[in-house]
């Protein structure tokens, strides 16, 4: 495992220059320095990277997931993040092209993007979850880099650290637009993972799954997916207008429904089998998504 704590020891480490700046970097991927190979390698790095590249004839593996930079894709990268990157250029031509921008924290402490940086959900997507621009989006996003670029060449003064992190939040809100335009645009695969998910909650609640393991929780549906929590949560809040754990609910208030209409069960069984431990749990539940008690839905049916 490689612990990066600051942008200049992954700069020596990579065989970049030093930054001009100990606390933030922009980088021309042209110029990064490319060896045949490189083995997988763990890592972890303490401050975020922003990227926006094409890298045409390499294989990134990242995780145990290939990924393909041909296209102009932006991803995001945490503090602390844990990545396991291969790279193998299959003995092709390379090209490739593109900006990553390194923010160590301390370079926006005690600013506001010191506090609004976490809202953005993307920093938690993962790589297979990029966002992909189209030829005028990629553009926006290069204007705003070399406008970051130029300042951060020129000689620090009292105005160079809030005139960037004005750019750089301006680049994060551009990112947030483009990626709900992504969710809305991507119907075809956006819409089979609402048909994965239906199917995966009804496959999970007609099975002996909640007896034994309870609910599913958002972790589990995500991984079972191939997807980030917060990937899939987003998507399905911009397609549906609800998060994952309000699709859990709806499916579990629709089996109890279902329980309640059409079966004798009583309702301390409908609980039990439906996961829940305590029927009062059961009870409170039910009544805050419905506005009624499950007895009073069953007595609507006599």
């Known amino acids: 495992m490689r612990h990066f704590k600051t942008i200049s020891e992954f700069h020596h480490f990579v065989g970049l220059p030093a930054p001009l700046h100990p606390l933030i970097s922009i980088v021309d991927v042209a110029n990064v320095p490319h060896s045949a190979t490189f083995e997988p390698m763990p890592m972890v790095m303490e401050f975020y990277s922003i990227a926006v590249k094409r890298m045409v004839n390499f294989k990134v593996q990242y995780g145990q997931r290939p990924f393909d930079f041909n296209d102009g894709i932006m991803s995001f990268i945490s503090p602390s993040q844990v990545l396991n990157i291969a790279v ?3 003995g092709k031509k390379l090209e490739k092209s593109g900006w990553v921008i390194y923010i160590h924290p301390d370079f926006i402490w005690n600013t506001a993007l010191a506090k609004t940086i976490r809202k953005y959900d993307f920093w938690d997507y993962s790589l297979n979850e990029a966002l992909f621009l189209s030829g005028k989006e990629e553009a926006t996003i290069n204007s705003i880099i070399k406008s970051i670029f130029e300042e951060y060449q020129t000689n620090i003064d009292r105005f160079s650290k809030s005139i960037i992190i004005s750019h750089i939040e ?12 992504q ?12 048909e994965r998910l239906e199917t995966l909650l009804n496959n999970y609640f007609d099975s002996d799954d909640l007896l034994s393991k309870g609910l599913p929780n958002v972790a589990y549906l995500a991984d079972a997916m191939n997807l980030s929590p917060k990937y899939l949560s987003s ?18 208030i629709g089996k109890a429904k279902e329980k309640l209409s059409t079966t004798d069960l009583s309702v301390s069984e409908i609980a039990y089998a439906l996961g829940f431990g305590h029927l009062p749990s059961f009870s409170k539940f039910f009544k805050a998504k419905t506005s009624q008690s499950p007895l009073a839905f069953r007595a609507s049916f006599n």
């Open 88 to 90: 193998d250029d299959n």
């Open 170 to 181: 301006t680049l994060l809100n551009y990112a947030d637009r483009y990626y709900h335009r």
């Open 183 to 194: 969710f809305i645009t991507r119907q075809k695969s956006n819409y089979q993972v609402l």
């Open 235 to 252: 998507l399905l809040k911009v397609l549906t207008g609800q998060n994952t754990q309000q699709h859990i609910h709806e499916k579990l």
